[in-house]
């Protein structure tokens, strides 16, 4: 389950964590005496309300920013990906009134966020990735197309990227950013209409409806 992910990625960064606190629902309250040594405490309905509404507005001004930054519009296919992509950032804000604050991502990696690592990208920047395999055609495209998603938020600075022929993940530490082709600008603009690519489009749809937890809405949150 997502919670158990949750605290797995936490104990594999050396964090202990012995208590998680919970809203009072049945499908949440029934975990407790069933997490191993992690106690689940019973909060307050809403307690946490006020100042998850303050996250919550800041990562859609994140997604809107970076929407309306984008080459082509969007799709809801990709709204799963946008939405951690804003995570990412706000992961790398510093709290406010914190003098001797550190970031989510500092935190947790034990590395300061850098303009190399952490900011060289933003989602749907158009790269070329280097292939892991020599392909055995010479004439082969040495390189694949592909568009940034979001940061792994690791020591090396890995990013997730979409390969735009495919439609898969692909991982990489290396990458060359390139200007995008006003053709593949259109064809992910198309991704949700009938005349876009049907291969990628369904292998974008199949992953959103696998992914455990609910995306925005994209159009309700590019529009100011």
């Given at each position: 389950?997502?919670?158990?992910?949750?605290?797995?990625?936490?104990?594999?960064?050396?964090?202990?964590?012995?208590?998680?606190?919970?809203?009072?629902?049945?499908?949440?309250?029934?975990?407790?005496?069933?997490?191993?040594?992690?106690?689940?405490?019973?909060?307050?309905?809403?307690?946490?309300?006020?100042?998850l509404d303050?996250?919550?507005?800041?990562?859609?001004?994140?997604?809107?920013?970076?929407?309306?930054?984008?080459?082509?519009?969007?799709?809801?296919?990709?709204?799963?990906?946008?939405?951690?992509?804003?995570?990412?950032?706000?992961?790398?804000?510093?709290?406010?009134?914190?003098?001797?604050?550190?970031?989510?991502?500092?935190?947790?990696?034990?590395?300061?966020?850098?303009?190399?690592?952490?900011f060289a990208?933003?989602?749907?920047?158009?790269?070329?990735?280097?292939?892991?395999?020599?392909p055995k055609?010479?004439?082969?495209?040495?390189?694949?197309?592909?568009?940034?998603?979001?940061?792994?938020?690791?020591?090396?600075?890995?990013?997730?990227?979409?390969?735009?022929?495919?439609?898969?993940?692909?991982?990489?530490?290396?990458?060359?950013?390139?200007?995008?082709?006003?053709?593949?600008?259109?064809?992910?603009?198309?991704?949700?209409?009938?005349?876009?690519?049907?291969?990628?489009?369904?292998?974008?749809?199949?992953?959103?409806?696998?992914?455990?937890?609910?995306?925005?809405?994209?159009?309700?949150?590019?529009?100011?």
């Amino acid at each position: 389950m997502a919670l158990d992910d949750q605290i797995g990625i936490l104990k594999g960064k050396g964090y202990i964590v012995r208590d998680c606190w919970v809203d009072p629902q049945s499908g949440l309250k029934c975990l407790k005496g069933h997490m191993g040594d992690v106690d689940i405490k019973i909060g307050g309905g809403g307690d946490h309300l006020p100042a998850l509404d303050v996250r919550i507005r800041r990562v859609r001004e994140i997604i809107r920013m970076r929407a309306y930054e984008c080459e082509f519009d969007v799709p809801k296919c990709l709204s799963g990906y946008i939405y951690q992509y804003a995570i990412s950032r706000m992961n790398t804000r510093v709290p406010s009134g914190g003098i001797n604050e550190h970031c989510a991502l500092t935190k947790l990696t034990g590395r300061k966020p850098t303009l190399t690592l952490d900011f060289a990208l933003a989602f749907g920047d158009y790269c070329s990735l280097g292939v892991t395999a020599v392909p055995k055609d010479p004439m082969a495209p040495r390189g694949i197309e592909a568009i940034a998603l979001y940061p792994m938020a690791d020591v090396n600075g890995t990013w997730k990227f979409l390969n735009i022929n495919t439609g898969k993940e692909l991982t990489r530490s290396r990458w060359k950013k390139l200007d995008m082709p006003t053709s593949v600008a259109k064809m992910l603009s198309d991704l949700d209409k009938d005349k876009g690519s049907v291969t990628l489009r369904e292998v974008l749809h199949r992953a959103k409806n696998d992914m455990l937890y609910d995306t925005p809405n994209t159009q309700d949150l590019t529009t100011p």
